[in-house]
């Protein structure tokens, strides 16, 4: 069976930090990319990062660029996002989700998601 478990949400102030995990099973992990979404309230669902199997490139939407860094362990078949400077626009519920390729649509596996707060 498939599962994709977020970890590492919670409440924060604005300017401060979190880190998100996403544990990985019931798949080849090494064949699939791993991207991050969120989805704000009465908003929708966008993408965040993504870190591609084959050479561990990680991309990033242009709102988190130099805030945000995702990072895998293969060993342990699982990827965080670690967010920094977090501003309340940040505010949503954050998926993972795998995929063949990197993008921002089509993935294949969804995890069942976790609030990260940002208090100004």
């Known amino acids: 069976e498939v599962q994709l478990v977020e970890s590492g949400g919670g409440l924060v102030q604005a300017g401060g930090s979190l880190r998100l995990s996403c544990a990985a099973s019931?798949?080849?992990?090494?064949?699939?990319?791993i991207g991050w979404f969120r989805q704000a309230p009465g908003k929708e669902r966008e993408g965040v990062s993504c870190?591609?199997?084959?050479?561990?490139?990680?991309y990033y939407a242009d709102s988190v660029k130099g805030r945000f860094t995702m990072s895998s362990d293969n060993a342990k078949n699982t990827v965080h996002l670690q967010m920094n400077s977090l501003k309340p626009e940040d505010t949503a519920v954050y998926y993972c989700?795998?995929?063949?390729?990197?993008?921002?649509?089509?993935?294949?596996?969804w995890g069942q998601g976790t609030q990260v707060t940002v208090s100004s």
């Open positions: 870190i591609s199997s084959s050479d561990g490139s990680t």
């Open positions: 019931g798949f080849t992990f090494d064949d699939y990319a």
């Open positions: 989700a795998a995929n063949a390729l990197c993008g921002w649509s089509g993935y294949d596996y």
